[in-house]
């Protein structure tokens, strides 16, 4: 084997080496990169969320209706690896306390007290490990490879589905 030959083959190996390094990377993603650019803006329901009379039983209270249960998705996204931030309401709780099977949404309350946001802006995420019920005021970012998949639960329709790689606190950088 002559030196160009051994130099191509070592060229080759190198770089089949560090592609997992690189790809293996996930892309940051905003709640906002999740709506199509051509898609009609949101008009928001402007009917009471609940009747206030029954204030003192907001848990008993018919869930809020969602809006835009079929709002349009990004398809470029569907295969991606990605790393979002957001807010977990659970599907289903374990006897642990944890959650495995969760709505992924941009802001604390949605789903539960407030009408739930366009399904586009919804991820349904499962997880082996899970979180902690306890701990759901707290914002995650949620590490997984995107599906451009509708599901269905009692609580909303979601336009995205994840199966989490990895669950992380949200912190704010220094």
């Given at each position: ?11 080759t190996l190198l770089v089949l080496a560090s592609t997992p390094i690189w790809a293996a990377e996930p892309k940051e993603l905003t ?144």
């Amino acid at each position: 084997m002559n030196i160009a030959a051994i130099s191509r083959v070592l060229l080759t190996l190198l770089v089949l080496a560090s592609t997992p390094i690189w790809a293996a990377e996930p892309k940051e993603l905003t709640w906002s990169e999740m709506i199509p650019a051509d898609a009609p803006p949101e008009v928001p329901n402007m009917t009471p969320l609940h009747d206030l009379s029954q204030i003192g039983d907001m848990e008993s209270a018919p869930a809020a209706k969602q809006d835009l249960p079929n709002a349009p998705v990004v398809s470029e996204l569907n295969g991606q690896l990605i790393r979002l931030p957001g807010y977990i309401v659970p599907l289903e709780v374990s006897e642990e306390g944890r959650t495995t099977d969760f709505l992924l949404v941009p802001y604390y309350g949605a789903c539960i007290h407030v009408p739930p946001p366009p399904s586009n802006q919804i991820v349904h995420v499962t997880s082996k490990v899970g979180v902690l019920v306890d701990e759901l005021y707290q914002p995650y970012w949620i590490v997984g490879q995107m599906q451009v998949k509708p599901s269905t639960s009692e609580l909303a329709d979601a336009g995205y589905q994840m199966d989490a790689q990895k669950i992380v606190v949200y912190e704010l950088p220094d």
